[in-house]
Nanobody
Framework: QVQLVESGGGLVQDGGSLRLSCAVS????????MGWFRQAPGKEREFVAA????????YNTDSVKGRFTISRDNAKNMVFLQMNSLKPEDTAVYYC???????????WGQGTQVTVSS
């Protein structure tokens, strides 16, 4: 069974930066689309960014484009989310996800907490 393990969350001040990492088990990482979702207290889970197995990148334009950057390292089975200019409204649990076009965002990590203080 696949495992997705996030790391890199924490407490940061308004305007600060964090880099989230997600390590994925398995041998066929490069065949999968990867992404990040987040869920703030009392809110629904929200799409943040995704990078397809071909390298196509999409962002939640309204919320994060221009501040967050998603990337992947297929040699290390890892996906990253560089978050700059963080705002208090970015406070949430961030989840790493894996999927395919047939089964989008099928597999989820346990999440990592990001807290941005004002």
């Amino acid at each position: 069974q696949v495992q997705l393990v996030e790391s890199g969350g924490g407490l940061v001040q308004d305007g600060g930066s964090l880099r989230l990492s997600c390590a994925v088990s398995g041998r066929t990482f490069s065949n999968y689309d990867m992404g990040w979702f987040r869920q703030a207290p009392g809110k629904e889970r929200e799409f943040v960014a995704a990078i397809s197995w071909t390298g196509l990148i999409t962002y939640n334009t309204d919320s994060v484009k221009g501040r967050f950057t998603i990337s992947r390292d297929n040699a290390k089975n890892m996906v990253f989310l560089q978050m700059n200019s963080l705002k208090p409204e970015d406070t949430a649990v961030y989840y790493c996800v894996r999927g395919t076009p047939q089964s989008p965002f099928k597999d989820w990590g346990q999440g990592t907490q990001v807290t941005v203080s004002s």
